[in-house]
């Protein structure tokens, strides 16, 4: 059982940074995938950014591509994401999540989520 907490979410104005934190505890395997998610009002959950499971490569969403950079901290337990030169669209909730896997990114509503930090990109 995993259990995830972010922190780090704010205000911030376009243009601006922020790092979110995602401590994860009660990792028994390697293989797990893990990911941020973002949910903004009115609108679907949607994937951010994804450590693939079994290889260790990360996949962005072609709307954060180049700007946010998800890394993981094995020491710690953690996940971070990097957001840089944001915009007003980028605002929404932030939720990580894990699932145990072979291989891939598959987070499915049943895995593990966090409770989510909400980002808000506002002059």
């Known amino acids: 059982q995993l259990h995830l907490v972010e922190s780090g979410g704010g205000l911030v104005p376009p243009g601006g940074s922020l790092t979110l934190s995602c401590a994860i505890n009660?990792?028994?395997?390697?293989?797990?995938?893990i990911g941020w998610f973002r949910q903004a009002p009115g609108k679907a959950r949607e994937g951010v950014a994804c450590?693939?499971?079994?290889?260790?490569?990360?996949n962005y969403a072609h709307y954060v591509q180049d700007r946010f950079i998800m890394s993981k901290d094995n020491a710690k337990n953690a996940v971070y994401l990097q957001m840089n030169n944001l915009k007003p669209e980028d605002t929404a909730v932030y939720y990580c999540?894990?699932?145990?896997?072979?291989?891939?990114?598959?987070?499915?509503?049943?895995?593990?989520w966090g409770q989510g930090t909400q980002v808000t990109v506002s002059s």
């Open positions: 999540a894990a699932a145990q896997l072979a291989m891939g990114c598959a987070i499915g509503e049943s895995d593990y």
């Open positions: 450590i693939v499971a079994g290889g260790g490569r990360t």
């Open positions: 009660g990792f028994t395997s390697p293989n797990y995938a």
